[in-house]
């Protein structure tokens, strides 16, 4: 099973690391045959992806687990593992893709100028991002939380008042913190790795991102926690070019099949520590399980200051 390494080198945090179509039969139809007649008939791929043969897919290229390059310089994590089904569905093949590394700042623009079709890439849906791209139904569930050395005097969210906060550019972090923290210097890198580094280095006082990376660099960094503080939990979504109501279809539904067929368990396990598995499962999409957005009549959450 392939594991993700989370390696702390001095300051730094490295990143290293099939549709059935049925048709109608009569009821009688019993067996295999029977089983395939009653299968749904899913949305096909818009004819431009599907004459292509190829995906080609926006993920994260240093935010282990859901997007990182591995040791042999591949592209791995949950996200990743999610496009590689797709392009199954699709095409018969996981190899059939083009991953684009989509770094915060750079998702919706990598849609809105038609370098990817898709951007699978730890993308949480804010009301304010769906005015200009589109976004699939939701499929993990994050939440956002605050890395802290063992001894600092930030300990719960109000203390970041007058310090120095690290987080990525574009982020819904770096949007809320400059609205409702006007007094926090917010430190604003290109990746959560270099977000690490400052904090690491002493330049920032904290780390405000994601519990799904925070957790695991949590805990391989003995000299480092997360506080107790929740805050902007919003469901990650796959960004979609506006308007794509094909592509938007056919996402959903093969997100539909794979919640149906409980494929996000295993490739939740093939990348977390087994200690974590449990936490990670439970805010996975699964056949009893399910996540939606904040209704777009309620105001973003991202503008809400607590």
């Known amino acids: 099973m392939r594991r993700i390494i989370l390696a702390t080198a001095g300051v730094a945090v490295v990143a290293f690391v099939a549709a059935t179509i049925g048709s109608a039969k009569p009821l009688a139809t019993t067996g295999a045959a029977g089983a395939e007649a009653k299968a749904p008939v ?24 859901f997007g990182f390059i591995d040791v042999r310089g591949k ?84 203390d970041i008042r007058g310090k120095r906060v690290a987080t990525t550019s574009g982020s819904i972090y770096d949007r809320w913190m400059k609205r409702c923290f006007t007094d926090t210097q917010v430190i604003v890198l290109d990746s959560v790795t270099n977000a690490v580094i400052a904090f690491n280095q002493g330049r920032a006082d904290a780390v405000m991102f994601d519990d799904t990376s925070l957790a695991l660099i949590a805990a391989t960094d003995r000299s480092s926690k997360m506080t107790d503080d929740l805050f902007l939990e919003q469901p990650y979504g796959i960004g979609i070019k506006q308007g794509n109501a094909a592509l938007k279809r056919w996402v959903d539904a093969r997100l539909n099949l794979m919640k149906r067929k409980d494929l996000f368990a295993p490739i939740i396990r093939s990348y977390i520590a087994p ?13 009893t399980q399910d996540f939606t957005y904040r209704s777009p009549s309620l105001p973003s959450l991202d503008t809400v200051c607590p």
């Open 75 to 158: 592209n791995a994590g949950v996200d990743v593992d999610i496009a590689k089904q797709f392009a199954r569905y699709a095409f018969g093949r996981a190899q059939r893709l083009t991953f684009v590394c989509a770094p915060t700042a750079a998702r919706e623009p990598l849609l809105t100028t038609n370098r990817v079709d898709l951007v699978i890439s730890t993308f949480t849906y804010t009301a304010d991002r769906d005015t200009r791209i589109d976004f699939s139904r939701a499929y993990f569930n994050s939440t956002g939380r605050l890395l802290v050395k063992n001894d600092s005097a930030i300990q719960r969210l109000a």
């Open 275 to 287: 200690r974590f598995v449990p936490a990670f499962l439970r805010n996975t999409l699964r056949p």
């Open 42 to 65: 899913l949305p096909k791929l818009p004819a431009e992806i599907a004459d292509r043969k190829r995906l080609i897919v926006g993920v994260k290229c240093d935010t282990p687990p």
